[in-house]
């Protein structure tokens, strides 16, 4: 987590969380081999605004709990 900035592309890989933190995840449409951009990373361990899609106009923000229970690449 420390290691990422805003601009960067991840990957996701899985999750490591329960059934009903995986289905957030789905409602969401972060499933395992999405990729993804960083847009915001707010302070004091604030929201991230990610954004996905070709034409990045699909963003949302998530609780930085949520985030760190998902596992990724960083995509170079």
Known sequence: MDRLKEGD??????FSC???CKNRFSCLGILE???L???T???FHGPITVAFGNSG???FTIGR???EK???EVIE
């Open 65 to 67: 709990g949520m985030f």
């Open 57 to 59: 106009d699909d963003t």
């Open 33 to 35: 081999g999405k990729e």
């Open 41 to 43: 990373m707010q302070p």
């Open 37 to 39: 951009e960083i847009i």
């Open 18 to 20: 329960g059934y009903q």
């Open 9 to 14: 592309r991840i990957k996701v890989t899985g």
């Open 70 to 72: 998902m596992q990724y």
